[in-house]
């Protein structure tokens, strides 16, 4: 048990449909990332928030985008859903550069 | 070209052999991390190294920064160590993100 929590743990949507999964942290982590593991392959980095701002993005398009709260929670949106977006998506509290604490996931089918 | 290099993709053993599993990486790094995915998703972080060897239980990982080399080795590995090991960098400066190998998918067989 991490102590991160990522809700749904799995969702089925169509194409053009948009979605939010959401991300519980650790008490005390401050920093939150989100990875997209496309089955077979290793995640690739979407974005990090770092108190409430983004502090950094991966190669994904303007329809991915996120939320962190004043309680470290946060969010992930997906407009405009596409096939190829079917993937499992981690999210991963820490404290700032510390070890990343990974949730359980939340695997989206886009049909 | 990936910034992050696993071998090998797939590792099946016997149950009790010695395990290695290699990661090599191209970027400037100021920590790696091994990691450790079983079905179904979840993920648990076994080291973040800078420099030289970390040991925990049957577990041991070492990192060469000059060669930009890190290994995973297992000891009397158990049926219950098959899964995917994942390594990844992670960049140095404010931006904290990993950067992720693809994996090595590893069976052990009793």
């Known amino acids: 048990e991490t102590g991160v929590t990522q809700s749904p743990t799995h969702l089925i949507k169509t194409r053009g449909q948009q979605v939010t999964l959401r991300c519980s942290s650790q008490?005390?982590?401050?920093?939150v990332s989100w990875y997209q593991q496309a089955l077979g392959q290793g995640p690739q980095f979407i974005f990090q928030?770092?108190?409430?701002?983004?502090?950094g993005r991966g190669n994904f398009p303007p329809r991915f985008s996120g939320l962190q709260f004043p309680n470290y929670s946060s969010e992930l949106n997906v407009n405009a859903l596409e096939l190829d977006d079917s993937a499992l998506y981690l999210c991963?509290?820490?404290?700032?550069?510390?070890?990343?604490?990974f949730g359980p996931g939340t695997r989206l089918l886009v049909l | 070209k990936n910034e992050v290099e696993q071998s090998p993709q797939n590792l099946t053993a016997q149950e009790g052999e010695f395990i290695t599993i290699n990661c090599s990486y191209s970027?400037?790094?100021?920590?790696l991390h091994w990691l450790q995915q079983h079905p179904g998703g979840g993920i648990v972080s076994l080291f973040m190294?800078?420099?030289?060897?970390k040991k925990h239980g049957r577990l041991i990982a070492t990192i060469n920064i000059q060669e930009k080399h890190s290994s995973l080795h297992i000891t009397a590995s158990h049926p219950r160590d098959s899964a995917v090991y994942i390594c990844?960098?992670?960049?140095?400066?404010?931006?904290?993100?990993?950067?992720w190998g693809a994996g090595t998918k590893l069976i052990i067989k009793p």
């Open positions: 190294l800078s420099s030289g060897k």
């Open positions: 991963a509290s820490s404290r700032g550069p510390e070890t990343q604490y």
């Open positions: 990844a960098v992670k960049y140095g400066g404010s931006n904290y993100q990993l950067i």
């Open positions: 928030y770092y108190r409430e701002e983004e502090n």
């Open positions: 970027v400037g790094i100021s920590a």
């Open positions: 008490s005390g982590h401050n920093t």
